[in-house]
C-alpha cells in the first residue's frame, strides 16, 4: 500500500490519547477508535506511521497491532484474555525442571528459583515445581490470586502481558517483566535456559539464532509497550 497521508499529530481526547493522519483520528480494525491511555503510547503509535517510506510496511507496527489486540480483542473479553493468560501458569517454564542428577538442573534452580520466590513473596501464592515432565496441577489458592492479579490489570497491561508470556511460556516471567526496573533482556535470557544451554553444549545454527533475536525483540517490544501505555 503506497503511503496515504502526510502529516502524523498526537493529540488528548476523551478517555485518552488519539494519533491523527492528516486530522482523522484511527480506527482498529474492529472499527473502533484506537484511544489508548498515554501520551507516551501514543507516541510509540504515531513513530510508527511517520517511520513509513513511500510505500507502508504492515509489519513494522508491532505497537499498533498490540493497542488494536487489546481494544478490539482483551477489552471485548476481559475474562477469556485472563483465562488464556492463567493456562500459562499451569505449565509455567519455570516450575518444570529437570532431573536433579542432569546439570540442566542447577542451572534452573539457580535462574528460576529466585524469580518464583519472588513471585509467591510477592503475591503470596505457592507454586508446585516438577522435575520431569509429568504435569502437576498448580494449587487452586494459587490460581485463585493470580486470576485477582490479572482482572486488576488494565486492557492494554493484559495485552502486552500476554505476548510477554507466550514468548518466555511463562506468567511468572510476564509478571515480572511488569515490575518497576526489570530488564527484559535478562528475563528473556532467564525464560530461554534450556534453548541456550542446548546452544552452549552443541552450538546455534543460524536459523536459530535468528529466532532467537526476533523472540527477543517481540518481548523487549512488549514490554516498552507496556510502560508506555502506563505512562
Same mark, same amino acid.
Given at each position: ?52 517510506? #513511500? ?36 505449565? @509455567? =517454564? ?7 542428577? @542432569? ?5 534452573? #534452580? ?9 513471585? $509467591? ?7 508446585? &515445581? ?5 504435569? @502437576?496441577?498448580?494449587? $487452586?489458592? *494459587?490460581?485463585? &490470586?493470580?486470576? $485477582? ?8 497491561? /493484559?495485552?502486552?502481558?500476554? *505476548?510477554? =508470556? ?12 511488569? #515490575? +518497576? ?8 535470557? =532467564?525464560?530461554?535456559? #534450556?534453548?541456550?544451554?542446548?546452544? $552452549? /553444549? ?7 539464532? +535468528?529466532?532467537? !533475536? ?5 518481548? =523487549? ?5 507496556? !510502560?508506555?501505555?502506563?505512562?
Amino acid at each position: 500500500m503506497k503511503r496515504f497521508y502526510k502529516d502524523v499529530s498526537v493529540s488528548p481526547v476523551d478517555g485518552g490519547w488519539h494519533v491523527t493522519l492528516d486530522g482523522r483520528g484511527i480506527k482498529t480494525p474492529g472499527r473502533a477508535s484506537q484511544i489508548v491511555p498515554s501520551e507516551a503510547l501514543a507516541g510509540l503509535l504515531a513513530e510508527e506511521w511517520r517511520a513509513q517510506g #513511500e510505500k507502508i510496511d504492515p509489519r513494522s507496527f508491532v505497537y499498533r497491532d498490540m493497542a488494536d489486540y487489546a481494544i478490539d480483542v482483551v477489552r471485548k473479553d476481559r475474562a477469556d484474555a485472563v483465562g488464556n493468560l492463567l493456562n500459562y501458569s499451569q505449565t @509455567d =517454564t519455570l516450575c518444570y525442571r529437570g532431573d536433579p542428577e @542432569d546439570p540442566l538442573f542447577q542451572r534452573q #534452580e539457580e535462574l528460576w528459583e529466585p524469580l518464583l520466590k519472588t513471585c $509467591e513473596a510477592r503475591h503470596g501464592i505457592t507454586f508446585s &515445581r516438577v522435575s520431569g515432565i509429568m504435569f @502437576d496441577q498448580q494449587p $487452586e489458592a *494459587t490460581q485463585q &490470586r493470580l486470576r $485477582e492479579v490479572l482482572d486488576a490489570m488494565d486492557d492494554f497491561t /493484559l495485552a502486552g502481558l500476554q *505476548t510477554m =508470556t507466550s514468548i518466555a511460556a511463562s506468567l511468572v516471567v510476564g509478571l515480572e517483566a511488569l #515490575e +518497576d526496573g526489570a530488564d527484559p533482556e535478562q528475563l528473556f535470557a =532467564t525464560a530461554n535456559a #534450556e534453548e541456550d544451554w542446548q546452544a $552452549e /553444549l552443541w552450538g546455534w545454527d543460524f536459523e536459530a539464532e +535468528d529466532r532467537r !533475536k526476533l523472540r527477543l525483540e517481540a518481548f =523487549t517490544l512488549a514490554h516498552e509497550f507496556v !510502560k508506555a501505555a502506563r505512562g
